[in-house]
């Protein structure tokens, strides 16, 4: 019993598979920035499902084209994506942070005590749309209302 596998066949396969999973995982990232709430969310899920998609979507075309050379490039871009893209979106998050970005009102505050200083802590417990939170979650009618 002979088999006469192609892998030529095998091969698009796989990098079929692995570039629709690469978008799969953009496509999510991007419906995540239109969806969540604040910019720190929003950064959050599109670093992590944009990169995991770029790198998959760059495996599927190293392993399409079959080069020693060009899978070796396509590595390489993938290792520099992987190592920049996270610390990139922590260098933006914590300029948003210096630049008094406001938090989403469910975000855990306790979290950044350490780091945040009074004047951060201060527009979040001032700002009128927690207001608003804090008052409905306490019961009391802030337009006056009942």
């Not at 030529?8 to 953009?26: A, K, P, T, Y």
């Not at 004047?119 to 939170?133: A, F, G, S």
Request: proline letters at 3%.
């Amino acid at each position: 019993m002979e088999s006469n596998i192609d892998w030529l066949q095998v091969r698009e396969i796989i990098s079929c598979v692995l570039i629709l999973i690469g978008v799969g995982f953009m496509l999510t990232s991007t419906i995540g920035l239109l969806k969540f709430p604040d910019f720190y969310i929003r950064m959050s899920a599109i670093t992590k499902g944009a990169t995991l998609g770029l790198g998959l979507i760059l495996l599927g075309m190293g392993i399409y084209f079959d080069e020693p050379g060009t899978l070796l490039k396509v590595l390489a871009i993938i290792a520099f994506t992987f190592l920049t893209a996270p610390v990139a979106a922590h260098v933006i998050g914590r300029t948003a942070v210096q630049n008094n970005i406001p938090f989403w009102h469910r975000t855990n505050m306790t979290e950044f005590d350490k780091y945040l200083t009074q004047e951060h802590l201060n527009q979040y417990i001032n700002h009128d749309r927690y207001k608003n939170v804090k008052a409905a979650e306490s019961g009391d009618a802030v337009d006056g209302s009942e």
